[in-house]
């Protein structure tokens, strides 16, 4: 099963729509990594408001789950877009007001190559398992000119592996692809993907990383 079919059959999708954990991503190994899913449908919080306050422009939220900073970003007045590839989430953005398209980053999309900002929040850097061939998406996604808001793992930690989501009550989805990444390796990915670090912040305990085209960044200072 892909990562595509994997996010849009339950658990995730029931989690969504009850707005309540547990819910996991569970590698081949037991390991659990709890995912955030009261905080991922309650209004934006103090980190959260740190990314929309540097997003510039038209922003395309890759990864938007239940949608919360697409729809601050819209009753902001701002120019946003939410994509995903779990129905729920989609149907979620939009009853709150955001515009949301059910599609992966890796699918055409539209204004490829237009987009001033683009997110990577609540660790969607792990999509499809490798970040710096996510990064080289990008490129052409986001404008020559536009920003990368990256959320990285907290712990200093390079990690590609098979997952699977876990409700912790025996409902357990297909394996899939995923990667988590601190800030060190996310800046070599990048780097790798032909993007520089123009910001680095933390708040919350949560890492942040700004990302620019490498040709851009000695115009931007």
């Known amino acids: 099963m892909t990562a ?4 849009r059959a339950d658990p995730y999708n029931d989690a969504l729509r009850t707005g309540r954990g547990p819910l996991f991503l569970r590698r081949d190994d037991g390991w659990l990594l709890p995912l955030e899913v009261e905080r991922w449908c309650e209004a934006p919080d ?13 922003v395309l939220d890759i990864g938007c789950g239940p949608g919360r900073l ?6 902001g007045g701002g120019r946003a877009m939410g994509i995903d590839i779990s129905p729920e989430a989609v149907a979620h953005t939009v009853r709150l007001g955001g515009t949301a398209l059910c599609r992966s980053v890796f699918d055409p999309l539209p204004a ?3 987009w001033d900002t683009a997110l990577l929040i609540d660790g969607n850097i792990g999509i499809g398992g490798d970040p710096a061939a996510l990064l080289r998406r990008l490129r052409q996604v986001v404008s020559p000119t ?3 808001l990256v959320e990285c793992a907290p712990p200093d930690v390079d990690e590609r592996c098979a997952v699977r989501v876990d409700d912790g009550r025996g409902g357990l989805g297909a394996p899939f692809s995923w990667a988590r990444v601190g ?7 990048a780097e790798r993907a032909g993007w520089a670090v123009s910001e680095r912040w933390a708040l919350g305990g949560r890492p942040f990383v700004a990302l620019i085209p490498q040709a851009s960044s000695a115009s931007r200072g």
């Open 70 to 75: 697409v729809a601050a970003l819209a009753a």
């Open 146 to 148: 536009g920003t990368v």
């Open 46 to 58: 103090r980190a959260d408001r740190s990314v929309l306050d540097r997003c510039r422009g038209a």
């Open 4 to 7: 595509t079919t994997a996010w």
């Open 183 to 189: 800030v060190r390796a996310l800046t070599a990915h």
């Open 112 to 114: 490829e190559g237009r």
